[in-house]
């Protein structure tokens, strides 16, 4: 069977998700989705009659994507696990290892920054946000992604991919030295009464598990491509389809505009009654009577501050009378904006004169602990493929040394355990805070262990506190030399004191004064 054959068997099953993601793509950002009839000439695509829903997706985007890769703190930390090694280490190990760590994880983040990782990670999210479905791609050009409408996939009862069909429109002239002659013949014909040939051509990748890996090739009308064969383990593979829900016996995802569909249509149906209502009342056409002695003309040709002969009873303006029904419509369009913003999670502060910057605080966290369910599937399904198939790569590449599966494992520490993090510093606080307030200043000085808080801190904030905060030992030995140096310059000052006496002073003191007399010369 060959890769368009079993492309066109799985897009039976993919149907009814493309066309749910083709009517959320229309009502949010219409270029994400782009339907065959649109590539085939007809480039018009559709302008929604609100930009809600275009600012509700980019911005619940923008919110994974600084959470999931952000940009100042690293995703990832490197540990080792000591159960696996029945030992513990010392605490001079433990710093050389973490200065390790460290050197590795800045190593993958500036990789990072400076490749294109960043832009379509963003750009898979929002067709996660609007589609609910996206691929990607780790190639050694980078990431590459795969719209819905370019790919089908399978899975097994438990989620896990097991075949995935891509389509891709390329150049002729890319592959031309790969295919076979009979396949270049049927490119050989006239078009349009033209001497140029055909110059693009549909190629098929077909990527397979075989056991404890993934298998893929490539195929143009039947025929495999002799320089695309690929392989990879499973758990490092560069091919990662993502869902932004899962269903249970679902081979592909549902989108959040899905989730909140009915009120993007009725937003988009009152506005465009709104809009339209609103241009024809906006619209002036004056009526004159039959009767009246009043030329249409004269009123017509009347210039500002004009003067004519007329009747005012025999000159009217039309008037829609619709401004009750309009206020109607409006009130339940910013009903509807209200509910989609507070399902895409776009900040909305009370505008009032005592709006505190405690209550900006408080609507900021609420918003992000609603992202702990978006990010459960994201971090096992994108964060996790993504870190093992760069750290493989640049094992491989010399980059980063080799480092044991069994003993070294990384760790995500953003998506969920980010919000996690976040929860322990607020929960931190509150408690110094009511310590404070019930007992006094006192009370915290006096209980609370301020090296442990400190700590405690810096790993909610993500901050590693090696040779940043000092022990309590570096503190005591600073402090015993302080008062070292203290007392050392107390006793100089109390001999320089002693020499200013008046015991000290030879002419007040004989004694002095005989022993400092010089000889007498004969």
């Given at each position: 069977?060959?890769?368009?054959?079993?492309?066109?068997?799985?897009?039976?099953?993919?149907?009814?998700?493309?066309?749910?993601?083709?009517?959320?793509?229309?009502?949010?950002?219409?270029?994400?989705?782009?339907?065959?009839?649109?590539?085939?000439?007809?480039?018009?695509?559709?302008?929604?009659?609100?930009?809600?829903?275009?600012?509700?997706?980019?911005?619940?985007?923008?919110?994974?994507?600084?959470?999931?890769?952000?940009?100042?703190?690293?995703?990832?930390?490197?540990?080792?696990?000591?159960?696996?090694?029945?030992?513990?280490?010392?605490?001079?190990?433990?710093?050389?290892?973490?200065?390790?760590?460290?050197?590795?994880?800045?190593?993958?983040?500036?990789?990072?920054?400076?490749?294109?990782?960043?832009?379509?990670?963003?750009?898979?999210?929002?067709?996660?946000?609007?589609?609910?479905?996206?691929?990607?791609?780790?190639?050694?050009?980078?990431?590459?992604?795969?719209?819905?409408?370019?790919?089908?996939?399978?899975?097994?009862?438990?989620?896990?991919?097991?075949?995935?069909?891509?389509?891709?429109?390329?150049?002729?002239?890319?592959?031309?030295?790969?295919?076979?002659?009979?396949?270049?013949?049927?490119?050989?014909?006239?078009?349009?009464?033209?001497?140029?040939?055909?110059?693009?051509?549909?190629?098929?990748?077909?990527?397979?598990?075989?056991?404890?890996?993934?298998?893929?090739?490539?195929?143009?009308?039947?025929?495999?491509?002799?320089?695309?064969?690929?392989?990879?383990?499973?758990?490092?593979?560069?091919?990662?389809?993502?869902?932004?829900?899962?269903?249970?016996?679902?081979?592909?995802?549902?989108?959040?505009?899905?989730?909140?569909?009915?009120?993007?249509?009725?937003?988009?149906?009152?506005?465009?009654?709104?809009?339209?209502?609103?241009?024809?009342?906006?619209?002036?056409?004056?009526?004159?009577?039959?009767?009246?002695?009043?030329?249409p003309s004269t009123l017509a040709n009347a210039g500002n501050g004009a003067i004519v002969?007329?009747?005012?009873?025999?000159?009217?303006?039309?008037?829609?009378?619709?401004?009750?029904?309009?206020?109607?419509?409006?009130?339940?369009?910013?009903?509807?904006?209200?509910?989609?913003?507070?399902?895409?999670?776009?900040?909305?502060?009370?505008?009032?004169?005592?709006?505190?910057?405690?209550?900006?605080?408080?609507?900021?966290?609420?918003?992000?602990?609603?992202?702990?369910?978006?990010?459960?599937?994201?971090?096992?399904?994108?964060?996790?493929?993504?870190?093992?198939?760069?750290?493989?790569?640049?094992?491989?590449?010399?980059?980063?040394?080799?480092?044991?599966?069994?003993?070294?494992?990384?760790?995500?520490?953003?998506?969920?355990?980010?919000?996690?993090?976040?929860?322990?510093?607020?929960?931190?606080?509150?408690?110094?805070?009511?310590?404070?307030?019930?007992?006094?200043?006192?009370?915290?000085?006096?209980?609370?262990?301020?090296?442990?808080?400190?700590?405690?801190?810096?790993?909610?904030?993500?901050?590693?506190?090696?040779?940043?905060?000092?022990?309590?030992?570096?503190?005591?030995?600073?402090?015993?030399?302080?008062?070292?140096?203290?007392?050392?310059?107390?006793?100089?000052?109390?001999?320089?004191?002693?020499?200013?006496?008046?015991?000290?002073?030879?002419?007040?003191?004989?004694?002095?004064?005989?022993?400092?007399?010089?000889?007498?010369?004969?």
């Open positions: 069977m060959t890769a368009k054959t079993r492309y066109d068997y799985l897009s039976g099953e993919r149907t009814q998700f493309l066309d749910e993601a083709e009517q959320a793509a229309e009502l949010t950002l219409p270029y994400l989705i782009i339907k065959d009839q649109y590539t085939k000439g007809m480039r018009h695509l559709p302008t929604p009659w609100q930009s809600v829903g275009a600012k509700c997706s980019v911005t619940l985007a923008a919110k994974l994507m600084q959470s999931m890769l952000p940009v100042q703190t690293s995703f990832f930390k490197l540990q080792v696990d000591e159960s696996q090694l029945g030992q513990e280490f010392g605490p001079q190990i433990k710093s050389e290892l973490d200065l390790s760590f460290a050197k590795i994880e800045r190593t993958i983040l500036e990789a990072i920054s400076a490749s294109n990782d960043r832009v379509v990670v963003h750009e898979a999210l929002l067709h996660l946000v609007v589609a609910g479905n996206a691929l990607l791609f780790m190639g050694k050009e980078g990431l590459k992604l795969y719209p819905l409408n370019r790919y089908v996939v399978e899975r097994d009862g438990n989620g896990n991919v097991i075949e995935i069909v891509t389509k891709e429109t390329i150049a002729k002239k890319l592959i031309e030295d790969q295919l076979p002659e009979d396949v270049l013949q049927q490119y050989d014909t006239v078009v349009d009464g033209s001497d140029d040939n055909v110059e693009e051509c549909d190629i098929y990748t077909h990527i397979k598990r075989d056991n404890n890996r993934y298998v893929w090739h490539q195929e143009v009308h039947g025929k495999i491509l002799e320089k695309s064969y690929g392989k990879s383990p499973v758990d490092v593979t560069p091919w990662i389809a993502l869902r932004f829900n899962s269903v249970d016996g679902e081979d592909y995802g549902r989108g959040r505009v899905g989730q909140f569909i009915g009120d993007l249509k009725s937003l988009e149906a009152l506005s465009q009654a709104l809009v339209e209502g609103s241009a024809a009342a906006a619209k002036v056409v004056f009526t004159v009577s039959p009767s009246s002695t009043t030329k002969q007329g009747r005012p009873d025999d000159i009217g303006v039309v008037q829609v009378g619709k401004s009750a029904d309009f206020g109607t419509a409006f009130q339940m369009m910013q009903q509807l904006e209200r509910r989609l913003n507070d399902a895409f999670l776009v900040m909305q502060v009370r505008q009032s004169e005592r709006t505190t910057a405690e209550e900006v605080r408080l609507t900021q966290m609420e918003l992000e602990q609603q992202l702990g369910g978006l990010f459960s599937l994201l971090t096992t399904e994108f964060l996790l493929p993504y870190l093992n198939r760069i750290l493989n790569q640049f094992q491989k590449q010399g980059k980063i040394p080799r480092l044991p599966k069994d003993i070294v494992k990384p760790t995500i520490v953003a998506g969920i355990n980010a919000l996690g993090r976040g929860q322990d510093r607020e929960s931190l606080g509150q408690f110094l805070q009511v310590v404070s307030q019930t007992m006094g200043p006192e009370a915290v000085q006096k209980f609370i262990n301020p090296e442990e808080v400190i700590k405690r801190l810096a790993a909610a904030s993500g901050i590693d506190v090696l040779n940043l905060v000092r022990s309590m030992q570096e503190i005591q030995a600073e402090a015993q030399q302080a008062q070292q140096m203290a007392m050392q310059q107390q006793q100089a000052e109390n001999q320089t004191a002693m020499m200013k006496t008046p015991m000290m002073d030879p002419s007040k003191n004989p004694a002095l004064a005989g022993e400092q007399q010089p000889p007498i010369q004969e």
